[in-house]
């Protein structure tokens, strides 16, 4: 069974540092993985999209990367702004009808 | 682009009493359709799934059901709601190519069962 951890739990930097959020997954036999952003009593916002034959992808300040081999995928936030502040949440598909698996995520406040 | 609308937006309702939570798409047809359940302290967990008008697939046993009586409509019910129903529930799209396309959330429905 698939399962996915990401970790922290929880992340709190000041505004410009850059973020790193890990995720990690069991089963390497992957369509794809994608990163979310959800804010308090929201729906998720998609991010970014990494199919499985790709390493990373990038969009604006945002770049996540993916290590199948090793069940490892990070998304990395250039120069964090206290609007970067949310729970970030990844999942993985890991079966032709779409279905996803997703972490707890992690919960990032950035301070002005 | 496609946009997902979900109603209501929050829902109080006894233990016990029924439950119908609407799914709505625009900008898409033919869409594979999910509902998700994201419950206090919990990580999200998928429900059901639709590929099809009719079509519908559980993962998990519970008192819930769900129906998709048009392509683009998708109805999460309940004939008697347990304490263990309330949470936030989205529902969500891919479009063709459902093992590679991103997935699209809605902006979901807090229901809380009291």
């Known amino acids: 069974k698939q399962e996915v951890t990401q970790i922290p739990a929880a992340l709190s930097v000041p505004e410009g540092e850059n973020l790193v959020l890990n995720c990690s997954f069991t089963?390497?036999?992957?369509?794809?993985l994608q990163w979310f952003r959800q804010d308090p009593g929201k729906g998720l916002t998609s991010l970014l999209l990494?199919?499985?034959?790709?390493r990373e992808q990038t969009s604006g300040r945002l770049n996540a990367s993916l290590d199948k081999s090793s069940g490892r995928s990070t998304l990395y936030i250039a120069a964090s702004q206290p609007g970067d502040s949310a729970t970030y949440l990844c999942?993985?598909?890991?079966?032709?009808?779409?279905?996803?698996?997703f972490g707890a995520g992690t919960q990032v406040v950035v301070t002005p | 682009s496609q946009t997902i609308h979900q109603w209501p937006a929050t829902l109080v309702q006894p233990v016990g009493s029924p439950l119908s939570l609407e799914c709505t798409v625009e900008?898409?047809?033919?869409?594979?359709l999910y509902w998700y359940r994201q419950a206090a302290g919990r990580g999200l967990q998928l429900l059901f799934y639709?590929?099809?008008?009719?079509?519908i697939s559980s993962e998990v046993p519970q008192n819930l059901s769900a129906s998709r009586p048009q392509d683009r409509q998708f109805i999460l019910s309940s004939k008697k709601l347990l304490l263990s129903d309330s949470g936030f529930y989205l529902c969500?799209?891919?479009?063709?190519?459902?093992?590679?396309?991103?997935?699209?959330f809605g902006p979901g429905t807090r229901l809380t069962v009291t």
């Open positions: 990494i199919q499985s034959s790709q």
């Open positions: 969500a799209l891919t479009r063709m190519g459902a093992n590679l396309g991103e997935q699209y």
């Open positions: 639709s590929v099809g008008i009719g079509q």
């Open positions: 999942a993985v598909n890991t079966d032709s009808w779409g279905k996803l698996q």
């Open positions: 900008g898409t047809s033919n869409p594979n």
């Open positions: 089963d390497s036999a992957i369509y794809n």
